[in-house]
């Protein structure tokens, strides 16, 4: 299948402050990436939908202006967590659309907010 | 909007034996059914999918059955082995749209 990866994959920061998580396509293009994140025995909870060279479609009840996403090019997409707070503390899992529209997930990343 | 109901969220079966998960969608536009297989701490792997257009799907002790009358789908695993126990989500999706997730599955194959 498709490889795609994830960065970093563990982070730890401070209240107030910023993360940015990376997601990458390896060995294909994407114009489509989805961010999701997940809590402790939960399912995968859809944040948005990464378009290259557009605007990313937030879900509903996800603040825009908190999740950054930039996807800049057909193989990278990046997720800011703006003023992070302890709440916001989860597992933040990219996928990646092939042109087959086959999902396949990067390693996720597990922020942790102190 | 789409919703994806899955059952049931604990399972249990003796190694061996066969084990069924069950999903319900409600968008009868979905055409994508795919079933994911996560362990912990890791990322949901692909295991099978099966398309709108396709009544049943086997891949070895894995197979996928989708009724889209009854908007019904489920895994069929037999012969567990203990590598089986993890988390298993079923999905719909529709073209190139997001993909939506049940609420998993914990399999646990008692030895």
């Known amino acids: 299948g498709a490889v795609v990866s994830q960065h970093p994959s563990r982070v730890i920061c401070k209240s107030g402050t910023s993360v940015k998580i990376e997601c990458r396509s390896l060995d294909f293009q994407a114009t489509t990436m989805f961010w999701y994140r997940q809590f402790p025995k939960q399912s995968l909870m859809l944040m948005a939908t990464s378009n290259e060279g557009s605007k990313a479609t937030y879900e509903q009840g996800v603040e825009k202006d908190k999740f950054l996403i930039n996807h800049a090019s057909l193989t990278l997409s990046t997720l800011t967590v703006t003023s992070a707070h302890p709440e916001d503390s989860s597992f933040y899992i990219c996928s990646a659309l092939t042109k087959d529209n086959e999902q396949f997930f990067g390693p996720g990343t597990r922020l942790t907010v102190l | 909007g789409e919703n994806v109901e899955q059952h049931p969220s604990t399972l249990s079966v003796q190694e061996g034996d066969s084990a069924v998960i069950k999903c319900t969608y409600s968008d009868s536009a979905s055409n994508y059914f795919p079933w994911y297989k996560q362990e912990l701490g890791k990322r949901p792997q692909l295991i099978i999918d099966?398309?709108?257009?396709?009544g049943e799907k086997k891949d070895q002790r894995i197979a996928v059955t989708l009724n889209k009358t009854a908007k019904h789908f489920s895994l069929h695993i037999t012969e567990t082995q203990p590598e089986d126990s993890a988390v298993y989500f079923c999905?719909?999706?529709?073209?190139?749209?997001?993909?939506?997730f049940g609420s998993g599955t914990r399999l646990s194959i008692r030895p």
């Open positions: 999905a719909a999706s529709w073209g190139t749209s997001k993909i939506i």
């Open positions: 099966i398309r709108s257009n396709v």
